[in-house]
T-cell receptor, first 112, second 115 residues
Framework: SQKIEQNSEALNIQEGKTATLTCNYTNYSPAYLQWYRQDPGRGPVFLLLIRENEKEKRKERLKVTFDTTLKQSLFHITASQPADSATYLCALDPGGSYIPTFGRGTSLIVHP | DAGVIQSPRHEVTEMGQEVTLRCKPISGHNSLFWYRQTMMRGLELLIYFNNNVPIDDSGMPEDRFSAKMPNASFSTLKIQPSEPRDSAVYFC?????????????FGPGTRLTVT
């Protein structure tokens, strides 16, 4: 079965720097990969989707890359702000069903 | 649109009691998903419906859990009898796509505590 690995340790960075979060998966390459943001006490909120034939996708200060050779997606937030502090989840197609499987998420803390 | 609505937001119950969680998806969305989130296991898919029909319930942990979707605007997740290990945050999500490959819209969740 597909395994999804996100760093369980919180990422602490200074305001203005670029935050980079990692999502690694095992086995077969998924048809797509999504990134969600989750704030404490709230449900996840969709941010970006990238498909297997796409290398990179951008949305404002967000950038996602998808490397099927490394079996890895990187999620970047440029010019980070304290308001970007949250847990970021990656989700991917586990194979054929197109119903996403979620990683455990990585907490990002941006210090002013 | 009010988004996905879940009730109650918090539920505290004693072991052995029946618990019913409710969800109203976004109008026009034809797929509905129930998830459970814990620190230990993260976010797990329990069941999903398409056009009110259960498509995959392989994530439902055991027979104590059941879910229904009597119409396009309402779904319930029932636990009977409840156990302390069921304590978690339960999320409902809806989507316009049958396969969920596009974005899912999550509700605020129901925090369930079983004592």
């Amino acid at each position: 079965s597909q395994k999804i690995e996100q760093n369980s340790e919180a990422l602490n960075i200074q305001e203005g720097k670029t935050a980079t979060l990692t999502c690694n998966y095992t086995n077969y390459s998924p048809a797509y990969l999504q990134w969600y943001r989750q704030d404490p006490g709230r449900g996840p909120v969709f941010l970006l989707l990238i498909r297997e034939n796409e290398k990179e996708k951008r949305k404002e200060r967000l950038k996602v890359t998808f490397d099927t050779t490394l079996k890895q997606s990187l999620f970047h937030i440029t010019a980070s702000q304290p308001a970007d502090s949250a847990t970021y989840l990656c989700a991917l197609d586990p194979g054929g069903s197109y119903i996403p499987t979620f990683g455990r998420g990585t907490s990002l803390i941006v210090h002013p | 649109d009010a988004g996905v609505i879940q009730s109650p937001r918090h539920e505290v119950t004693e072991m052995g009691q029946e618990v019913t969680l409710r969800c109203k998806p976004i109008s026009g969305h034809n797929s509905l998903f129930w998830y459970r989130q814990t620190m230990m296991r993260g976010l797990e898919l329990l069941i999903y419906f398409n056009n009110n029909v259960p498509i995959d319930d392989s994530g439902m942990p055991e027979d104590r859990f059941s879910a229904k979707m009597p119409n396009a605007s309402f779904s319930t997740l029932k636990i009977q009898p409840s156990e302390p290990r069921d304590s978690a945050v339960y999320f409902c999500a809806s989507s316009t796509k049958r396969t969920g490959v596009d974005e899912q819209y999550f509700g605020p969740g129901t925090r369930l505590t079983v004592t």
